[in-house]
């Protein structure tokens, strides 16, 4: 079965301070990979995508996140955070094998001043 | 530039009354449509997608049904409205049909079932 996991369900950082945010994800074809952040009250925006090739990707905002199939992951990551990337960030899976598409939970993220 | 517009921004209504909510695209032919139902505080359902005109599948039963009658418009809509119906509605277009198509978001419909 297809399916996302972010466990984190909140992470808080300090202003300046590097972030990474998990993602797992199971699925046993070639997945599609995107990273989504949802402002409150708001649509969601894509912040980068993931299908083929260089297993790090780089996103909008200084966002980047990496692959890896061994450990059927794809971690979210940023150099340093900014107060304005305080949001919901969601991991999705995208399989071909259904046209499914699979979130997950979501991980709230608060950036300290 | 493509838009996507979703109404009503929010809506309140009681258990058992019908509903129907609307999304447009604009300056798109023939999008791929879909849509999403989050709970409070939960994560997105896809619910449904539609590839083109007349064409509706259904991922999730949840007694809602969706319509496509013109190309740029993709209606949800149920007769009966359940407690469990309350959530917040997202409607998306990609440009293409695949897997690797980037999803648009609109900007949703909160919908409170009292």
């Known amino acids: 079965a297809q399916s996302v996991t972010q466990p984190d369900a909140r992470v808080t950082v300090s202003e300046g301070a590097s972030l990474q945010l998990r993602c797992k994800y199971s699925y046993s074809g070639t997945p599609y990979l995107f990273w989504y952040v949802q402002y409150p009250r708001q649509g969601l925006q894509l912040l980068l995508k993931?299908?083929?090739?260089?297993?790090v990707v780089q996103g909008v905002n200084g966002f980047e996140a990496e692959f890896s199939k061994s450990n059927s992951s794809f971690h979210l990551r940023k150099a340093s955070v900014h107060w304005s990337d305080s949001a919901v960030y969601f991991c999705v899976l995208s399989a071909y094998s259904n046209n499914r598409i699979f979130f997950g939970d979501g991980t709230q993220l608060v950036v300290k001043p | 530039a493509q838009t996507i517009h979703q109404w009503p921004v929010a809506e309140i209504k009681a258990v058992g009354s019908p509903l129907s909510l609307g999304c447009t695209i604009k300056g798109k032919s023939s999008p791929n449509l879909y849509w999403y139902w989050q709970a409070t505080g939960g994560t997105l359902q896809q619910l449904f997608y539609?590839?083109?005109?007349?064409?509706v599948e259904s991922v999730v039963q949840l007694n809602l049904s969706a319509s496509r009658p013109k190309d740029d418009q993709f209606i949800l809509s149920t007769e009966k409205l359940l407690l469990s119906h309350s959530g917040f509605y997202l409607c998306a277009w990609s440009r293409d049909w695949g897997n690797y198509a980037e999803q648009f978001f609109g900007p949703g419909t909160r919908l409170t079932v009292l």
């Open positions: 539609s590839i083109t005109v007349g064409q």
């Open positions: 993931y299908y083929s090739g260089d297993p």
